[in-house]
């Protein structure tokens, strides 16, 4: 089965930090590109940051020298290191892999910033 498992959401100050991890099973995690994304309350979903199979990332401008993506292919795992988080950052963070024409999603995980 197919399946990404999103940890790590929760309430945090602004300022603060908070790690997002997704566990991804049923997919072959090394040649798949990772990503996350997020969605605020009434907007579109938008991409925060991606790493190729081959280790390349990238990140939306709001979010460059704040957080940094990596993964861990033995542990089939993609990490969202979030670093001086504002309260704009609040939205559910969705984690994505995506090979070709072919992608999932995971469930989401809820992260609040407060002011």
């Known amino acids: 089965q197919v399946q990404l498992v999103e940890f790590g959401g929760g309430l945090v100050q602004a300022g603060g930090s908070l790690r997002l991890s997704c566990a991804a099973s049923?997919?072959?995690?090394?040649?798949?590109?990772m990503g996350w994304y997020r969605q605020a309350p009434g907007k579109q979903r938008e991409l925060v940051a991606v790493i190729t199979s081959g280790g390349r990332t990238n990140y939306a401008d709001s979010v460059k020298g704040r957080f940094t993506i990596s993964r861990d292919n033995a542990k089939k795992t993609v990490y969202l290191q979030m670093n001086s988080l504002k309260p704009e950052d609040t939205a559910v963070y969705y984690c994505?892999?995506?090979?070709?024409?072919?992608?999932?999603w995971g469930q989401g995980t809820l992260v609040t910033v407060s002011s």
């Open positions: 994505n892999a995506a090979y070709r024409s072919y992608e999932v």
């Open positions: 049923g997919i072959i995690f090394s040649i798949n590109d």
